[in-house]
């Protein structure tokens, strides 16, 4: 069955910290893999895209990372500030199809100051 | 330059009643999905349109039904509504060719009493 597993579920760390979530999946074929960020009561809005040949990406304070053969994927967020209090959605595309794209539940990530 | 617009933003059904939701696709992408999101739960797909034509869909009933017009903008309709149909709805756009969800709208919070 293709599944996206996130952990952890949910996550608290002080402003100005590290933190690295993580992303697990049995999805294949595998086309691409996103990290979307949704604040609370918003649509999600993409971080990062990586396909099959590439095992990182950034943006800004986010990287993202993937690897293929053991179908994981991380996101590390540098100097966390509170905005970045959200959650944190992994999703995969099994192949050209949107039928075919499978969201994670997501890691509720909680910054305090 | 809008982005995805979705209406209205919170809405309150009984069991039993029908309901249109309404999203204008951000300017330029001519692609809608439509997307259910439990709390807590990553939005599970429900159908894209393309060309005023339901080109995908996922596994939801028939009670979910939709419609594009021809400036792009789309709504989704859901019949004999359940409680179980309480949720978040979200609406995201793209261009043609492109399958996975560039750009979502803040989404539809549906109550059903």
């Known amino acids: 069955k293709n599944q996206v597993e996130q952990s952890p579920q949910s996550l608290i760390i002080l402003e100005g910290k590290n933190c690295t979530l993580q992303c697990n999946y049995t999805v294949s074929p595998f086309s691409n893999l996103r990290w979307y960020k949704q604040d609370t009561g918003r649509g999600p809005v993409s971080l990062t895209i990586m396909t099959f040949s590439e095992n990182t990406k950034s943006n800004g304070r986010y990287t993202a990372t993937l690897d293929a053969d053991t179908k994981q994927s991380s996101l590390h967020i540098t100097a966390s500030q509170l905005s970045d209090s959200a959650s944190y959605i992994c999703v995969v595309s099994q192949y050209s199809s949107a039928s075919k794209i499978i969201f994670g539940s997501g890691t509720r990530l909680s910054i305090r100051p | 330059d809008a982005g995805v617009t979705q209406s209205p933003t919170h809405l309150i059904k009984t069991r039993g009643q029908q309901v249109t939701l309404r999203c204008s696709p951000k300017s330029g992408h001519d692609t809608v999905s439509w997307y259910q999101q439990a709390l807590g739960q990553g939005p599970q797909f429900i159908f894209q349109?393309?060309?005023?034509?339901?080109?995908q869909r996922g596994n939801f009933p028939d009670r979910f039904s939709g419609h594009q017009f021809p400036n792009y903008s789309s709504e989704l309709n859901v019949n004999a509504l359940l409680l179980g149909d309480s949720a978040l709805y979200l609406c995201?756009?793209?261009?043609?060719?492109?399958?996975?969800?560039?750009?979502f709208g803040d989404g539809t919070r549906l109550s059903i009493l």
């Open positions: 349109y393309y060309e005023e034509e339901e080109r």
């Open positions: 995201a756009s793209s261009l043609q060719g492109i399958v996975e969800p560039q750009h």
